[in-house]
Structure formats: C-alpha cells, structure tokens
Nanobody, 121 residues
Framework: VQLQASGGGLVQPGGSLRISCDTSALTLDYFAAGWFRQAPGKEREGVAY????????WYAESVKGRFTISTDNPKKMVYLEMNNLKPEETAVYYC???????????????WGRGTQVTVSS
C-alpha cells in the first residue's frame, strides 16, 4: 500500500464530498492517477483519471458533469470532488497510480486502501 485515500463519509443524496489521495509515499514517479470505486457484489470500476503533468482527464459517462478530478503536484495530492451524489454511488473509493494512459484497473501498479462513501438519507 503506497497511496492513502481519505475524506469519505456519509452524505445525503444530492450532496457533495471531496475525497483526497496522498501519493507522497510513492518512491517512483507515475504518469497518471485514477479514482476507482467498488460497491458490494460489483466489480471495481474506473471513475476518473488525470495525467500528472499535462492534466488531461477522463471521466466515466455516469459521473461527467458532476465529478472533478484534480491534482496538487507540489503537495503530491490527488482529489475527487463529487457533486449531486446518488445512493447507487455508495462504494469504497480507491485511488491508484499508473505509468500508462489508461483507466483499466489492470494497468494500475500502485494502490491504496480505499475510503468508504455512503450516500443515504
């Protein structure tokens, strides 16, 4: 475990939450960082990723316009701002890093423990 996700919690439907990922423990540089989520009984899915230097981003269709991924490279942090959250987005959210331009979890080399996000009234 080399990345540390934090900031999860309980939020009402329609609410907002920002989760953070500390990459300072990585000893190697990486090309892109991504956020993934896994709900009980479901496969892990890619939510968003961002390239470290260019800041190119990709979002899953289901979160476009509501989620924003960003980085603070001097602080070695990656963030996911989530707005208008839905109950079906309840999941453990993981951050990960890769040397590739990809959202396939198989291509991600560095993972951290996830943070639980629960969307419920």
């Amino acid at each position: 475990v080399q990345l540390q996700a934090s900031g999860g919690g309980l939020v009402q439907p329609g609410g907002s939450l920002r989760i953070s990922c500390d990459t300072s423990a990585l000893t190697l540089d990486y090309f892109a960082a991504g956020w993934f989520r896994q709900a009980p009984g479901k496969e892990r899915e890619g939510v968003a990723y961002i390239t470290k230097r260019a800041g190119d981003t990709w979002y899953a269709e289901s979160v476009k316009g509501r989620f924003t991924i960003s980085t603070d490279n001097p602080k070695k942090m990656v963030y996911l701002e989530m707005n208008n959250l839905k109950p079906e987005e309840t999941a453990v959210y993981y951050c990960a890093a890769t040397h590739l331009h990809s959202i396939d979890p198989e291509d991600y080399h560095y993972w951290g423990r996830g943070t639980q996000v629960t969307v419920s009234s």
